[in-house]
Every structure is written in C-alpha cells, then in structure tokens.
C-alpha cells in the first residue's frame, strides 16, 4: 500500500527532562521528518539543562555561582539571551523579579551584561533560572520542530507548552492541585504557575521577591504569550506583582494572563 502524499502524519513522544516530563508531538507529511524533528527538539531540551543548572559541574549557572566580584564569565548565547530576558523584566518590575536567591547577596542588577555572551559580576551571586529555563527550552524544541519540517507541534514540560501550525489546538492543562486550565492555542504558549506546597521540590517552595528579598508563596497565575520562556517569566510577575505592574509588564510584551479555575 502506498501513503497517500497528502497524508498528514503525527508522531507523539514522552521522556523524563528538566526535573519533569516533556511530550513533543510533531505533524508533517514525512516520518523521516517528524522523527528527526523530536530527536532534535529533544537534543535542544538537553542542551537547555545542560548549560543552565545551577548547580551541575561545567554549567553556565554553575560556574557564574561559583565566580567572585569582578569576574568575567564567558557563557554559551542561549544563556545570555536568557539573562537578558530577566534583567529586562528585573529592571521593568522594579526588582520584584529576580532569579537570584538569598544563598548570596549579588542580585540581577549586579549582572553586567553589556558585552556580548560574558557577564560580568559586580558581586557573587546564586541564580536559579527555574521554569524560566524551562520556558526556553520549549521554545528551543519548537524551533527544531520547524527546521525539520514539521507543519505542526507541540512541546509541553511541566506547565511550559507552545504550539505551532496552522489548526488551533483545544488543551486543559491541569496542575498538581486540581486546578484545570481550559485554552485553546494557535501558535502561542502558556504558562501556568502554582503557588508552592508540600509537594514541591525544596528548591521550589515559594517564589523569591528581589525587591524585598522574602521567599513568598505566591498566588497561581497562567499568562498567553509568543514564546514560553516570556509565558513563563510573566507567570512570576503576574504571581508577585501588584496587579498594575504586572498589567504593564503584560502589555510590554503583548501578553494576557489566563483565569485559573477549579475545572467543574
């Protein structure tokens, strides 16, 4: 039996990444694409946690954590553009958000950015990009998704999903606590953020407040953005933020929080 060239395919796939686990679909015309495509798009999550544990030997976060006052860390392009990203939203939320913690006392604005791919420190510091990397690697898959390609996707990794192609996808997407969001999705993430619990990773448990430098727990926020690490990152803002600042930091990147609630 011969396929039918206009046949759309889709192949569907689960593994264990970044502390939780990453469904990629793809949809094409071509097996041979979609399988190189999820290989690919895997490849690309690896490589996000690789370069952005805080703690792992040899990366990026790793060897800034370890840096004293002065020094000047040459980082891989796709942790740079991340931390540009969060002093972006640092500087526009007045330092509520902040992905340095209080295991030192440097904060974002101590990262000094201003060449490019090197940071350098005004004073140590102990980063933790969290779902913010989460968010980028589901953009990094999706981007693979296409340069193979596939017509259509979607990354979804533990509250960070984008998808991609020309038909709207229908989701729920359901947190640890019960609580559903129900979307339907064209070509756009979501990001949806609990506050923290028993259940939580210990590194996870409440959310850090740059301004005040408090551990806070936070409120449950999802936020309709282009990309997942923006979806994500506005999930911070919208939890930490008085409603106002969080509206603006909203409306500079052209997305909208998502009502979270209890699915009946």
């Not at 589901?138 to 596939?150: F, H, K, M, T, W």
């Not at 996808?169 to 019960?178: E, I, K, M, Q, T």
């Not at 990001?191 to 449950?220: I, M």
Request: glycine letters at 8%; charged letters at 20%; hydrophobic letters at 45%.
């Amino acid at each position: 039996m011969t396929q039918n060239p206009r046949q759309t395919l889709s192949i569907q796939r689960v593994r264990p990444a970044l502390g939780t686990l990453v469904a990629i679909e793809a949809a094409g015309r071509a097996e041979a694409e979609l399988l190189t495509g999820i290989d690919e798009a895997y490849a690309a999550v690896e490589r996000v946690g690789a370069l952005m544990h805080p703690r792992k030997s040899g990366s990026d976060l790793a060897r800034l954590n370890m840096a004293r006052s002065g020094d000047a860390i040459l980082i891989d392009p796709w942790t740079y553009s991340l931390l540009v990203l969060a002093r972006e939203l640092h500087a526009l939320t007045g330092g509520v958000f902040d992905p340095c913690t209080p295991d030192a006392r440097g904060r974002m604005a101590d990262l000094d950015l201003d060449t490019v791919d090197h940071v350098t420190l005004r004073a140590p510091v102990s980063i933790d990009l969290g779902g913010i990397a989460k968010g980028f690697a589901v953009d990094r898959a999706i981007e693979a998704l296409r340069a193979s390609g596939c017509t259509a996707g979607l990354v979804n990794a533990g509250g960070d999903l984008r998808v991609f192609g020309s038909a709207p996808r229908p989701l729920l997407v359901r947190l640890a606590s019960g609580v559903a969001v129900q979307i339907e999705l064209a070509n756009a993430a979501l990001a949806v953020s609990a506050p923290s619990s028993q259940g939580s990773p210990l590194e996870h448990r409440g959310y850090y407040d740059g301004s005040t430098k408090k551990w806070v727990a936070g409120r449950a926020a999802a936020v309709l953005a282009n990309e997942a690490r923006v979806a994500d990152s506005l999930t911070k803002c919208v939890m930490l933020c008085s409603e106002s600042a969080a509206d603006n930091v909203l409306r500079r990147f052209g997305a909208r929080r998502v009502e979270v609630q209890a699915n009946p």
